[in-house]
């Protein structure tokens, strides 16, 4: 168990909807990160927030949004669903050392499913 | 290329072989770390290694960085077959860290 966990599990919805996956990072962790990985495009990052702030951008898409609040959960929000966004999605928190960021400790991840 | 890219995409081996696992990254980079994941789980961390260190150990994994190559091998010795999984290098360069897309190990028993 890495401490980071996800909801929900998994989750099946349909094209052009809006889902909001949920991410509580490791007790302690200031850094939430957000990945995507499907089996043609594997794992891509999207987003990563430090102590609520916006830290790093990836390949996240304008219809994609996230935010980290003040208990430090993040949320990722994912809107005019289309086929192509079935994937795993997965959190992961980390802490800022002066050598850098440190180890990234990954969340179980949430199955999407867009029908 | 991207930034970090593991080569071979794929290894079979035997239980009791080494298996070693490359990455190539292409920017100046604060550190690197192994990634392995078991089919449809998250990634568990395996290793990190500095741009000042060149070589590391952890039980049955030795890690290798060659900055200068922009390069560096995970070895797993004498494997097992719970070390099928894959394997993901990922940079730190600074600004934002990046994962390989994966070698994709299998030991067969």
């Known amino acids: 168990d890495s401490g980071v966990t996800q909801t929900p599990k998994h989750l099946i919805t349909a094209t052009g909807q809006r889902v909001t996956l949920r991410c509580s990072p490791r007790?302690?962790?200031?850094?939430v990160y957000w990945y995507q990985q499907s089996l043609d495009q594997g794992l891509q990052f999207l987003i990563q927030?430090?102590?609520?702030?916006?830290?790093a951008k990836g390949n996240i898409l304008e219809r994609f949004s996230a935010q980290q609040f003040p208990d430090l959960h993040s949320e990722l929000n994912l809107s005019s669903l289309e086929l192509g966004d079935s994937a795993l999605y997965f959190c992961?928190?980390?802490?800022?050392?002066?050598?850098?960021?440190?180890?990234?400790?990954f969340g179980p991840g949430t199955r999407l499913t867009v029908l | 290329s991207q930034q970090g890219e593991e080569d071979p995409q794929a290894l079979s081996i035997q239980e009791g072989e080494n298996a070693t696992m490359n990455c190539s990254y292409k920017?100046?980079?604060?550190?690197l770390q192994w990634y392995r994941q078991n089919s449809g789980r998250g990634l568990v961390h395996l290793i990190l290694?500095?741009?000042?260190?060149r070589e590391k150990h952890s039980g049955r994994l030795r890690v290798t960085l060659d900055t200068s190559k922009k390069s560096s091998s995970l070895l797993i010795t004498a494997s097992r077959a719970a070390d099928t999984a894959s394997y993901f290098c990922?940079?730190?360069?600074?600004?934002?860290?990046?994962f390989g897309p994966g070698t994709s190990l299998s030991v067969i028993p």
């Open positions: 990922a940079t730190d360069a600074y600004d934002k860290v990046i």
């Open positions: 992961a928190s980390s802490v800022l050392t002066s050598g850098g960021w440190g180890e990234q400790f």
């Open positions: 290694i500095r741009s000042n260190e």
């Open positions: 007790s302690g962790d200031l850094s």
């Open positions: 920017t100046s980079i604060n550190n």
């Open positions: 927030y430090y102590n609520g702030e916006e830290r």
